[in-house]
Nanobody
Framework: QVQLVESGGGLVQAGGSLRLSCAAS????????MGWFRQAPGKEREFVAA???????YYADSVKGRFTMSRANAGNTVHLQMNSLKPKDTTVYYC???????????????WGRGTQVTVSS
């Protein structure tokens, strides 16, 4: 059974940092792209960052220079280091995995259940 489990969310003040993690299990994800997405209430889920199986990273313009995505554990764990957080970054963050184009289109084959990030002003 494929599972993606996010962790690391929480409450932080504006300007602070959080590190999200996503652990994948149930199959080998080393040849899959993995990504982070977020969804505010009443809005569509949006792409935040992705990392290919080869380690190339891609970021939404809104987080470029502040967020860094990395991969570990033979490709089955990804992290999202979030620095200089802003109140508008507040929402639920989801981990996803799948083929590169699907991940970059915010339509990965597999989803985690999400972790809440709240940034206070």
């Amino acid at each position: 059974q494929v599972q993606l489990v996010e962790s690391g969310g929480g409450l932080v003040q504006a300007g602070g940092s959080l590190r999200l993690s996503c652990a994948a299990s149930g199959r080998t994800f080393s040849r899959y792209a993995m990504g982070w997405f977020r969804q505010a209430p009443g809005k569509e889920r949006e792409f935040v960052a992705a990392i290919s199986w080869s380690g190339s990273t891609y970021y939404a313009d809104s987080v470029k220079g502040r967020f860094t995505m990395s991969r570990a554990n033979a490709g089955n764990t990804v992290h999202l280091q979030m620095n200089s957080l802003k109140p508008k970054d507040t929402t639920v963050y989801y981990c996803g995995a799948g083929q590169s184009r699907a991940v970059e289109s915010a339509k990965p084959a597999y989803w985690g259940r999400g972790t809440q990030v709240t940034v206070s002003s």
